[in-house]
């Protein structure tokens, strides 16, 4: 139950995965029409004037920030949770600033003091840093969709990501309840990545952790993790916050301060502005939908099947083939996507279709997939 061994590992942590992709990047951008890149899955849009004001009108920030942050943007966290997506019951105590979401998930586990001979469990397809956080602490860990895996041990901490990197697989309500009381029966730490929540496009809309209907009204032992990078275009700002528990928020809190992760308070303005304005996210939200249609009509039609997929900023496409083939044959017609087996050994006949690129490049792959 160590960590995945179809990942080389070199030292304490497995190797970038994106390292592996830098020869077929090059081929796809030697095309003459230029690279339609889908791999990293970077926003392309402008960051909203709403937020780029604000930003502009808190330039003036000599002093340092505080690791607790502004009680103006943890009540702006509250709100938009309330407000989106039904969570009841926080208080200002259970809300953090964090500078990004993946530096907190990477650190997670170590500043929640599990280290070495506790055991991390994580989704059988995820998004590496889950392995490399618990590589970090000098954890053991496992990939695995199934409870019934972990046998007689009790992970210390199980993260969930829905709705999925990279499969874009949404969680039912009852999966989500089931994991709930199974973490709390046995003192597991729950811990929900919930990052592409606003990102849905087709069946039942994702649920967060913390609503009152999985939790059952309640906080005890459980997270969850947002980031505004995708929402509202604000990957460069690092703007990211976890909520839930209030004790291991103030667990994560301790830590942090002593450490000085503090997010600056320009950026935490920005925040709140990003937060309280849900018409740039319904506007980026019609943008996308309409390349997501483009790109997995083009995707079919050149005989893909497109597996989940319902909500994320991905298309978990697949002919069949081992997904280093399938990068292959893409860069050279100019277009780059992840493998699937960067995500796990399931993934390894799949690749992650990013829909994030402009709509001249999506309209450019289309071109190409259909020619």
């Known amino acids: 139950m160590a ?25 796809a951008r030697a095309h003459p029409d230029g690279v339609c890149d889908f791999s990293v899955g970077t ?51 259970g809300a953090l600033p964090v500078i990004g979401s993946k530096e907190l998930i990477g650190s997670m586990a170590v500043h929640l003091g599990i280290g070495a001979g506790d055991l991390i469990g994580y989704p059988a397809l995820a998004y590496p840093t889950y392995e490399v956080g618990a590589a970090l602490a000098g954890a053991e860990s496992l990939a695995t969709d199934s409870l019934t895996a972990f ?22 309500i009852d999966h989500l309840r089931k994991v709930v009381e199974w973490c709390r029966e046995r003192g597991t730490i729950l811990v929900s990545d919930e990052c592409y929540i606003e990102c849905a496009w087709e069946g039942e809309a994702p649920l ?24 509202s275009n604000l990957a460069g700002y690092r703007c990211a916050f976890v909520a839930g528990d209030p004790a291991l928020v103030g667990e994560l809190l301790a830590v942090r301060k002593n450490l000085g992760l503090q997010m600056p308070g320009p950026q935490q303005h920005a925040m709140i502005a990003a ?24 995707l079919e039609s050149a005989g893909f099947r497109i597996d989940h997929s319902e909500a994320s900023l991905y298309l978990w496409a697949t002919r069949g083939e081992g997904c280093w083939t399938t990068v292959a044959d893409l860069a050279e017609r100019g277009i780059l996507v992840a493998p699937g087996d960067f995500y796990g050994p399931s993934g390894a006949q799949h690749v992650r279709v990013a829909f994030t690129a402009t709509d001249e490049r999506v309209a450019a792959a289309a071109a190409r997939l259909s020619a």
């Open 151 to 172: 046998g007689p041990r009790t992970p210390r901490l199980l993260w969930l990501n829905s709705p999925a990197n990279p499969s874009g697989r949404v969680l039912p």
């Open 3 to 27: 960590a995945r061994e179809d990942r080389p590992v070199s030292g304490r942590l497995p190797d970038f995965p994106w390292d592996k992709l830098t020869a077929y990047a090059a081929t």
């Open 43 to 93: 926003p392309v849009d402008p960051t909203p004037a709403v937020v780029q004001d604000a930003l502009r009108a808190a330039a003036d920030a000599p002093g340092y920030p505080t690791t607790i942050g502004l009680e103006a943007t943890r009540q702006a966290a509250i709100d938009w949770l309330a407000r989106r997506h039904g969570v009841t019951g926080l208080g200002l105590d």
């Open 275 to 298: 937060l309280d304005d849900d018409t740039h996210v319904d506007e980026q939200h019609a943008t996308y939908a309409a390349r997501r249609a483009v790109l997995r009509t083009a």
């Open 208 to 231: 967060s952790i913390l609503d009152p209907r999985v939790s059952g009204g309640s906080h005890d032992g459980i997270l969850a993790v947002h980031s505004l990078s995708k929402r």
